[in-house]
C-alpha cells in the first residue's frame, strides 16, 4: 500500500459500463498472453460507435465498481466503466450500456501491489472514513492507473481506491 488518504472531488463523465462474474479483477488479465478482456470490449464497442473514443492513456478513467458481498459460486459480480469522449448506441447483445456517471466526494488512496490485495486497501479506507466521521454514500472503486497493460510485474500495478463519502451531521 501506498500513499495518504485523502478525500477529492471525481468528476461526472461519460462511459460505457460492463458487468462481470468473475474470482477475481485478475480475471481480466492473462499475464502470460497478455491478453485483455477489457481490450476487446474497447474494440468492440468502438467498432459499433466510431464517434466515440476513448482517451489516451494518461488522460482515461476508468474504475472497477467492487461488490459488498460474493456470489452464492464464490465470484463476484464486478462492474467496469470506461470514460468515453461522447456517447453512443449502447450493444445490442447487452454487452455494454452507455450511462453518465455523478461526481462524487471520495476518500481515496493509492494502492501498488497485486490486485489480490486491492481489499486490505479498502479496508484501510472504510477505517480511516469512520475514524474521521464521514459515513459511505456509495460502493467503492478501484481506479487503475497502472497494471498489465504497461507493467510486467503485478507489484508494480498501480490502482486509485475510491469510496464515495458523505460526512456525518
Known sequence: MTGEIRIRTIPSCTVYRAEYDLWSISDFFDMETGENILYELQHLMEAANPQVTVPELGEDYNFFQLPMGDNPDGTKH??????????????????????????????TMLHEGPYETVTEAFARVLDWIEAKGFTVAGPGRCSAIHGPWDRSRPAEFLNEIQVPVKKED
Open 78 to 107: 464486478i462492474i467496469y466503466r470506461d470514460m468515453t469522449i461522447g456517447r453512443g448506441k449502447d450493444s445490442e447483445d447487452g454487452a455494454y450500456v452507455f450511462e453518465t456517471v455523478p461526481e462524487i466526494t471520495a476518500a
